[in-house]
C-alpha cells in the first residue's frame, strides 16, 4: 500500500523476483481499458513479465463498485493459493482493501429506474439539491460527501429510496468477515513529504510527454462518456478532460492536475495512518527488499 506516486509497484516488482508472488492489482483506475498513461500503468512489456491481475478489466464506459472488487480480488487469492503461490495485492485505493479485509455493509444493487431519475434531477437542479435532500434523510452521509460528489450523492440517494433506510445506519451494521489468509500489510512512503510532492510533479510532467492528452482525446472523442462518469472523475482525467473542454488553459490544467494527485496521496496517507498492524518501509531506503522479505518470512513462520 501507499501513497500515489511513492513506489508500491517498484517493490511489488522485486518481491515477485524473491518469493512465487502472483500480483492482484488493488487500483480503481487501472481497471480501465484504454487508460494507460494518465493511471500510471505498468506497459506492456512489464505486465507480461510480471502479470497484474484485475487489469483492464471493464471499459470506460462501465461502473465497477468495491462490492465487485471484493468478489474478483478472494476469487483470484484463492486461485494463486491453489497454485502454492503468494498473493500479492498492490495499490493505493484504499477503499478496496478496506472492503476486502473487512466486508461491506449488505446494500441493495442498484436500480437503473430510480439511478437515472436522481441522475435527471441533479443535472437539472444541480447536485447541491440533491446535497440538500441527503441531509434531509442521511446527515451522517451528507456531512461526509462534498456538494459536487455526485456519484455518491446519487448512490446514497438510491440506497435510501430502494430501503427506506440512511446508508449511515446500514454500513454501522456493517460486519467484519475474518479472511483465510495470514495478511502482512506493507506500505511504501519516502521519508520526506516534500520528496513525495517532487516526484508527483515529475510524474505528471512525464505523463504529458507520453501522450496522456491524446490518450484523453481519443477518449473525449468517443462520445459516450462524460464527466460523471467513474473512469473520466479519475485524478488527471478530469483536469484534461475539462482543458479540452476550453474550461481553462493548458498551465492551469497541469497546475490542478498536480494539485489533485497530491490532494489524492493526502487521503491516502490519512486511511494508512489509521490502519492496524501497518508497517510502513521508506521508499528510498536501499534495504527496503531485505526488510519487507524479512517481514513476510518472519509472519510465514
Not at 135 to 153: G, I, N
Not at 160 to 184: A, D, F, V
Amino acid at each position: 500500500m501507499g501513497p500515489t506516486a511513492a513506489g508500491k509497484t517498484d517493490l511489488a516488482l522485486r518481491l515477485t523476483e524473491a518469493l512465487p508472488c502472483d500480483i492482484i492489482s488493488v487500483d480503481s483506475a487501472l481497471i480501465y481499458r484504454d487508460m494507460n498513461i494518465g493511471t500510471a500503468k505498468p506497459d506492456a512489456a512489464t505486465l507480461a513479465r510480471y502479470p497484474h491481475r484485475l487489469v483492464d478489466i471493464i471499459d470506460p464506459s462501465e461502473s465497477y463498485s468495491a462490492a465487485e472488487f471484493r468478489r474478483d480480488a478472494l476469487r483470484e487469492m484463492e486461485d494463486i493459493s491453489s497454485r502454492g503461490r503468494i498473493p500479492l495485492l498492490v495499490g493505493g485505493t484504499m477503499m478496496y482493501y478496506n472492503a476486502l479485509l473487512k466486508g461491506l455493509a449488505k446494500l441493495p444493487e442498484a436500480d437503473p429506474a430510480i439511478r437515472a431519475r436522481l441522475l435527471a434531477w441533479g443535472e437539472q437542479e444541480g447536485w447541491p439539491a440533491l446535497h440538500q435532500r441527503l441531509a434531509e434523510v442521511d446527515p451522517k452521509s451528507a456531512e461526509r460527501l462534498k456538494p459536487t460528489d455526485s456519484q455518491r450523492l446519487q448512490r446514497a440517494l438510491e440506497v435510501y429510496e430502494i430501503t427506506g433506510r440512511p446508508m449511515s445506519e446500514l454500513w454501522q451494521e456493517q460486519q467484519t468477515e475474518q479472511l483465510p489468509y495470514n495478511i502482512i500489510n506493507l506500505a511504501v512512503m519516502p521519508a520526506e513529504r516534500k520528496t513525495l510532492h517532487e516526484r508527483i510533479a515529475l510524474r505528471f510532467n512525464m505523463m504529458l510527454d507520453e501522450g496522456f492528452e491524446e490518450e484523453v482525446r481519443a477518449l473525449y472523442a468517443r462520445g459516450d462518456l462524460n464527466p460523471q462518469m467513474p473512469s473520466v472523475r479519475c485524478v488527471g482525467y478530469r483536469q484534461m478532460w475539462s482543458y479540452i473542454e476550453g474550461e481553462y488553459d493548458y498551465q492551469t490544467m497541469i497546475d490542478k492536475g498536480i494539485i489533485a494527485t497530491r490532494q489524492l496521496a493526502k487521503r491516502q496517507i490519512t486511511w494508512l495512518r489509521s490502519w492496524e498492524n501497518l508497517h510502513w518501509l521508506e521508499s528510498e531506503d536501499k534495504d527496503i527488499l531485505n526488510i519487507s522479505l524479512k517481514l513476510v518470512n518472519t509472519a510465514i513462520i
